[in-house]
């Protein structure tokens, strides 16, 4: 059948049309956003041009799979962004905290004094809250319990920093807010310009808390100044790292990473690692200032 299509019958048997070739270079191609890729080939058959139909089975690889018009980079460009927010946000909330103990440190430190149990519900709230959103995955992704939490963590957080900046000497707490800026910015450079794989180093971590957690318990039997600087640098060192490897995991530059769904734990592990790196530094300086 030269120059016509074939029956109706043909065309279900066999799936291949015959016509007449419209061009001898190109041939159409057709791909419907569905769960079928359905490709359209023309193959020379005589002096006429075969349309075959090609239906690949649904069940193949999701990560073959391409999203017409969505690019992976921008989404997850996006998540950077909101988790950075997020971020500012909670360190906002923080940094408040600790500037109203500049305004009147005497009176800061009265109340404080005289409210004790504030420190102790904040201390066992935040512990509570940072155990169920770490341990209980589900909870972190459902809106907006997960920004509740969060928040509820933040403002318990700020209030034991401000806590400890209240008895603690001004400049001692702008050198550590200083110098926490500082190795933030340095370690963010790095991890996002590194080619190592720094989640491939996670045992150096483990291996610095438990030097430090040892540091901590010889600290608790014996008085010691030294005792106290120390752990302060294992830990220092151990929350910089962590840092570096969770901004990997931000920026999914490697096989470990955030999925898109886990913005609120990854906003809550940069928090914490960076206020880790506070304290520490706080510490430090002021063992070396006494």
Known sequence: MQ???QTKGQQSRSHTYLKQP???THSPTYSPNNSFNHQFATKPTGSHFAITMDKKSSTSSPTSYNMTG??????RKGFIRKV???LMIQLAISTLAIGTTFIDQSGARDFITKNKWLIWVSLITSILIMGFLICKRDVSKKVPLNYILLLT????????LA???????SEVVLFALGFT???????SLYACFAKTDLSRKGYIVS??????????IFGLCFRSRILNILYSGIVGVAFTILLAINIQRLTGKYETRYSLDEYIIAALDLYIDIVQIFLVVLSVRKNGSE
């Not at 963590?153 to 034991?160: A, D, I």
């Open 153 to 160: 963590y933040t403002c318990c957080m700020s209030y034991l």
């Open 70 to 75: 969505i690019n992976p980079n921008s989404v």
């Open 3 to 5: 120059g016509k299509y």
């Open 22 to 24: 419209q061009s001898p």
């Open 84 to 86: 950075l927010v997020i």
């Open 207 to 216: 291996g610095l808390l438990s030097v430090a957690i040892m540091l901590l």
């Open 181 to 187: 800026v500082g190795v933030v910015f340095l370690v």
């Open 163 to 169: 806590s400890i900046a209240a008895v603690t000497k």
